[in-house]
DNA sequence: CCTAACAAGACATTTTTTATCCTTTTAGGG
DNA sequence: CCCTAAAAGGATAAAAAATGTCTTGTTAGG
């Protein structure tokens, strides 16, 4: 269980690749998708994502690509994860009130809220830039 | 993402349940599902996984049922949510060696390791004692 | 031997994942 | 002003996983 999709698992390939290039180079989507080993038509849906959000910055046309959006030690993995997976909710239970109908006192509630920040810190506390240097 | 199925939640609710009632109360399947309001053919299955490992007893014919296999202080929500789900392995790239065969100083991969560790504290760290108790 | 209960395996449905394709939009260059 | 390069967006399709259900087998008690 907890495990990342494929799409997670390129998502951070295609972005780390991204990271680890020079400051200002655009990179092609197809350049990129070939050097990660990732289908280019699908890489295309995630960085779309990734735009969106303002994670990396796209230019269309002749000469355009991508690029990243801010420097690499101001991405963490955490926010690359959520982008494409979504937010990290280990059980319904954690999202909010009203969601844990069956409990009021739901005793496994605090647990899985346990979960999803011992996740996201260890996820928030990593960078592109360590992800992607050397 | 990272999320328990139904499944896993199902799993539970019914375990807890069992570990609320009298130590020696020996629970229909039927009672079990309809107190805790999952299918009972879908909870038949997974208790099945729950025997197999020891985790419940189980006892067939007239007067037969369920009850837990241990003292509820000794069975951890971990043990729980991998019976049913599976291990917890957040990228295939923490399962061992070899698995990572795209990077051979993969840097994520410690990172995946991290979460593991720590989504496994967690659950290790409850029992079904503390979930059950009033 | 009849009935109660769990065990096991096959099957069916729905949802999610994992793509692919086609059309549209944007931009540069001749 | 066209032509080409590139990303954006939407529709669709195949495969896998999740979520159940059903039928038959097994075990045990009365």
């Known amino acids: 269980m907890m ?7 390129y ?3 295609g972005i780390v690749y991204l990271a680890a290039q020079p400051p200002d180079r655009v990179c092609l989507l197809s350049d990129i998708a ?3 080993d990732v289908p280019a038509t699908f890489l295309a849906k995630i960085f779309q ?5 303002g994670l ?9 690509g991508f690029l990243l959006g801010r420097t690499p030690e101001k991405i ?4 690359v994860v959520e982008a494409v997976e979504g937010p990290i909710i ?6 909010g009130a009203g969601e844990c109908v069956r409990d009021v006192s739901c005793k496994v509630h605090p647990v899985w809220k346990r979960v999803q920040g011992q996740v996201r810190d260890v996820l928030a506390g990593v960078t592109l830039k360590e992800l992607s240097e050397e």
Do not use: H
């Open 90 to 95: 280990p059980n319904r239970c954690v999202v």
């Open 34 to 36: 070939a050097a990660v």
């Open 49 to 53: 994502q990734f735009s969106k959000i």
């Open 3 to 9: 495990e990342l999709t494929r799409k997670g698992e």
């Open 76 to 79: 963490t993995l955490l926010e």
């Open 11 to 13: 998502a951070i390939r």
């Open 56 to 64: 990396v910055k796209s230019y269309r046309g002749t000469g355009g």
